[in-house]
Structure formats: C-alpha cells, structure tokens
C-alpha cells in the first residue's frame, strides 16, 4: 500500500515538472534576452547611465569565490517582481 502511495506522489511529481519545463524555458530565453540587451546599453555612450542604474538595483552584493586557483565572480540580489 506504501509502495502505490510513493508511486502515485512520484508520477504526480513528474507530470508536474513536465509542465513546468515549457515556463522554465521561457523564462530562461527572457533572461537572456535581457542580458543581452543590458551588454548592448553598457557599450552605448547614450544609454550606459540607464543600464548602469538597472544593474545597480539588481545585483545587491558581488562575491568572490575561489575556485581552484582562480576566483569565481558570483553576483547576488533579488530578481524584481
């Protein structure tokens, strides 16, 4: 009886990451969207004030992380909502 329970919860839990993975995509393709045009207003004398600005209310600290013998750059805030 426990085993069919797990089973159920399972395949629940399965179908609902399929369905989600369509949202998760889009949102990925959007975030790089976005990144992308941010590195194009980082680069445009006219528009590196405005992109400067959103960076600076996205990201709330910058980590540095070591990583072997290198230091990986970790950016941390909170995504708007």
């Known amino acids: ?3 069919e329970r797990r089973k159920e919860q399972l ?3 399965l179908a609902t990451a399929s369905a989600a993975s369509p949202a998760a995509s889009q949102l990925a393709k959007y975030c790089d969207d976005e990144i992308a045009a941010l590195h194009h207003q980082l680069g445009d004398k ?6 400067t600005q959103m960076l600076r209310t996205l990201v709330e600290r910058i980590e540095l992380v070591p990583d072997g013998e290198k ?7 909170a995504w708007p909502s």
């Open 71 to 77: 230091l990986v750059i970790v950016l941390c805030g």
């Open 46 to 51: 006219d528009a590196r004030g405005r992109a």
């Open 11 to 13: 395949s629940t839990m």
């Open 1 to 3: 009886m426990a085993l």
